[in-house]
């Protein structure tokens, strides 16, 4: 229901007071709206301000309440200016267990790829200048060199992603010719991302072998000929086969593919570049295993296991890449100095390994030990139950973290976490009203609800951002006007 002014209606007080708003430059002659201007510019706030206007006058002329004096004129514009430049990409706490999460921004950059990233925006870049000969040179070569050597490619070339890698080294290679696949690796990821569907994007005709469960070296031999592009092998993302199973690895692949002359391609995913196992991690094969295995190309992701910025990367046979540099594509697909910024000095610490979960954020993060999660989880189990209140119950309790982003899709990291439960009695949906709190916080606290229970996992919650998360949760403890509690 509106409210009306008592004693007023339609037509009357409220209609003699919408005429008597005061004027658009009165209001921006104002001293109170002089920070406003020099913040949000004359354009832009005297659209705001007509805005105001108008649904004030509105409200009036309906015979609703309406404070329609100066002061809280330009109350109302200054709150609308706020509300339209706030940025709608917004930090957030990560709680939900997934350490590289494709919706929140996948790997985190450490300190030496943040500065480097702030030095690319604020200056000129020899982005394909080759300051040695003063000639123009080729953006791939800022961080070709690194690559090589940690993966043991001949050449590589770079993109904006890995799903465009896919898309560009089959259409240079493989448009209007045939690329071979196990039926068991048509893989589809997020975002409806699936190889059968890349494959006829890029003009290449899609030869399945084997089948779901079991493909042998033999289904491979028996189409691989004349009019065959590519052997292919794509990284199984996001679930795994178990069971009555049979894959043909790159090292089986790789004879077959040399005999016949067909390059053999690896799509990796994840791409690590290290052995993961020497940390306690499950083994995730790297590209220099790949490669070295007899691979001629493998297209891998900078922003997972690799923990850079995103981009996909192509790294194989100097031939091969030549051929897919030359493709317009390339041109299309090709990454910014932003990300070549930030790719380098992440490479450079792969260069230094023993010093790697310290220095690179998302391995640092995917190797802390559960000890400090509990302890964390401990520290902030009483101050969070303090926020949510008596309608809810809080425990400190073990939890299972993931990789994420289609790396090692079955295995589960140990953790720690706040359990959020609704207390006896409780009606309503509690749990998803406190849901929607959370990330209506400055800094919004993105968690997941399961078996009844809000899991806040605590991996991604460091150390010197718990001040921070504590500072903000007493605004937890607003009354409730959610319909649905």
Not at 47 to 54: F, G, M, T
Not at 193 to 208: N, S, T, Y
Not at 448 to 456: F, M, P, S
């Amino acid at each position: 229901m509106t409210a009306r002014v008592p004693g007023s209606a339609p037509g009357s007080a409220n209609a003699a007071g919408a005429l008597r708003l005061p004027a658009v430059h009165v209001l921006l002659d104002d001293a109170a709206c002089a920070p406003l201007l020099a913040e949000y510019g004359r354009e832009q706030s005297v659209a705001a301000l007509r805005a105001v206007l108008d649904a004030t006058r509105a409200r009036l002329l309906a015979g609703e309440a309406a404070d329609a004096s100066p002061a809280a004129l330009l109350d109302q514009l200054a709150a609308r200016l706020r509300a339209a430049n706030v940025s709608k990409l917004r930090p957030v706490y990560n709680l939900t267990g997934t350490v590289l999460h494709t919706n929140l921004g996948r790997a985190l950059l450490p300190d030496a790829a943040v500065q480097a990233v702030v030095d690319a925006l604020q200056w000129p870049m020899n982005l394909e200048w080759d300051i040695e000969t003063g000639s123009r040179g080729d953006r791939d070569n800022l961080v070709e060199e690194q690559l090589r050597e940690l993966t043991g490619a001949e050449a590589v070339t770079i993109v904006n992603n890995n799903a465009a890698a896919v898309l560009l080294m089959l259409n240079a290679l493989g448009n209007g010719r045939e690329v071979v696949v196990s039926r068991g690796e048509l893989v589809e990821i997020g975002g409806a991302f699936r190889i059968p569907d890349i494959m006829a994007r890029a003009g290449a005709i899609l030869r399945e072998v084997g089948t779901t469960n079991r493909t042998h070296l033999k289904d491979y031999a028996e189409f691989a000929g004349p009019q065959t592009a590519l052997l292919m092998k794509v990284h199984a993302s996001n679930y795994a086969i178990t069971g009555f199973t049979k894959e043909v690895t790159v090292a089986e692949l790789a004879p077959l593919a040399r005999e016949r002359g067909i390059p053999l391609a690896v799509d990796l995913g994840s791409g690590t570049l290290v052995d993961l196992e020497r940390w306690g991690l499950p083994h995730e094969t790297t590209v220099k295993e790949t490669i070295a295995a007899g691979a001629d190309l493998v297209t891998f992701s900078g922003d997972k296991l690799l923990g850079g910025p995103q981009c996909g990367i192509i790294a194989g046979r100097k031939d091969l890449v030549a051929a897919i540099k030359k493709n317009p594509l390339k041109r299309a697909l090709r990454v910014s100095k932003l990300t070549l910024a930030a790719l380098e000095p992440v490479l450079n610490l792969y260069r230094a390994p023993d010093l790697l979960p310290e220095r690179l954020t998302t391995l640092r993060l995917l190797t802390r030990p559960a000890g400090a999660m509990r302890a964390a989880a401990e520290a902030l189990l009483a101050p969070f139950q303090h926020a949510v209140g008596s309608a809810y119950v809080v425990t400190a309790e073990p939890v299972t973290s993931q990789i994420g982003s289609g790396a090692l899709p079955v295995d589960r990291l140990p953790s720690h976490g706040l359990a959020v439960r609704a207390a006896a009695g409780v009606k309503g949906n509690p749990l998803g009203v406190l849901e929607r709190r959370l990330r209506a916080l400055p800094r919004p606290v993105i968690g997941r609800i399961a078996d009844d229970t809000l899991w806040l996992d605590l991996r991604c919650l460091e150390d010197r951002q718990r001040d921070g998360f504590l500072a903000q949760l007493d605004q937890l403890n607003q009354p409730n006007t959610d319909s649905n509690a």
